[in-house]
């Protein structure tokens, strides 16, 4: 097995912070880059944060910091959800610096220097620092065999009743990355929210370990609210089940559809319009995420958060 080359662009938040555990942790990902955009809380929390997570994984992968604000309106974050620090109050020892540069830029730099369609992007956040790359040099679309985005939902969303978070804060971003070019999987609160984790994936995930990573991903999950979106039964790892694709695709069940996103001031901005029966011919071509074995993704997200340092 080839390790497939991966950039992930985030917004830790608590469970961008688990993703990027199950990222760097996982063989079947070389993961060459990590960028991060403002979303759960602002860049000057979200940067730091993920200096914090890779380090504390042991690994030296470089991480950049992006836009700390969408191509058109104003930024909102999710501190209500994620805490004013993003980590649910958890503190990490800080990481190294950032490596110099713009996010943007050095996803194209890396797009730039790879064959044609290896690269894996994965975005856990709002779409900006993608949109920008991709939208600045369209050819770069050429050079990515996926893009994996955890963003929209199929039905009511969780930031307005009309859209899903990541999508409700950068539309356009998000337009642009689905019509790049490039083949995307879209992992929608739909399939997310069936990887929720309960009291018990806690006590799983403590049973596991003492490293250092497991022992902070337990108290993430420890102090965030449950969801009411979950009738109050626990808390979705969003952003896990969109490096779970990457990993271990035979969990999901998925479909092909047409996707797009409402750009438009009212209502329904940031609602996707997924499209499985084709009704309207339009949109960008997309494989959605149906359903999830949660137990397995479960065992899987324990075992590898518990071979990290
Ligand atoms: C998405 O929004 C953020 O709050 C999470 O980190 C996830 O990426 C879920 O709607
Ligand atoms: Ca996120």
Not at 1 to 11: E, F, K, L, S, Y
Not at 203 to 215: F, N, P, S, Y
Not at 219 to 247: L, M, Y
Request: net charge negative; aromatic share 4%.
């Amino acid at each position: 097995m080839t390790p497939r080359p991966t950039v992930i662009d985030c917004d830790p938040g608590t469970d961008d912070a688990i993703a990027l555990w199950l990222a760097l942790a996982s063989p079947e990902l070389d993961v060459r880059l990590v960028t991060a955009v403002g979303g759960n809380v602002g860049l000057e929390h979200t940067l730091p944060n993920a200096r914090a997570i890779v380090a504390l994984a042991g690994k030296q992968v470089p991480v950049v910091g992006g836009a700390d604000r969408p191509l058109l309106g104003r930024f909102e974050d999710a501190a209500h959800v994620h805490g004013d620090n993003g980590l649910a109050g958890v503190v990490l020892p800080e990481g190294p610096p950032a490596a110099p540069g713009l996010a943007a830029d050095a996803i194209r730099d890396l797009l730039r220097a790879a064959a044609p369609r290896s690269v894996t992007l994965i975005g856990l956040g709002p779409a900006t620092n993608l949109g920008l790359a991709l939208a600045t040099e369209p050819a770069l679309a050429g050079r990515v065999a996926e893009i994996v985005l955890m963003t929209g939902a199929v039905g009511e969303g969780n930031a307005t009743p009309s859209a899903e978070f990541n999508a409700w804060n950068d539309p356009e971003a998000l337009a642009i990355v689905l019509g790049a070019g490039a083949p995307v999987t879209l992992a929608t609160l739909e399939v997310t929210g069936q990887a929720l984790c309960t009291p018990a994936h806690i006590a799983a995930l403590r049973e596991a370990g003492q490293g250092a990573c497991l022992t902070a991903a337990a108290r993430i999950w420890e102090r965030v609210k449950p969801s009411r979106r979950s009738g109050g039964r626990g808390h979705e790892q969003h952003d896990a089940c969109a490096v779970a694709w990457a990993v271990a695709p035979h969990l999901f069940r998925q479909v092909s559809v047409l996707a797009e996103v409402d750009c438009g001031p009212g209502i329904g901005r940031g609602r996707t319009a997924i499209d499985r029966w084709r009704r309207g011919g339009r949109g960008a071509e997309a494989v959605l995420l149906e359903t999830l074995e949660a137990e397995a993704f479960f065992a899987l997200l324990i075992a590898r958060l518990a071979a990290l340092p």
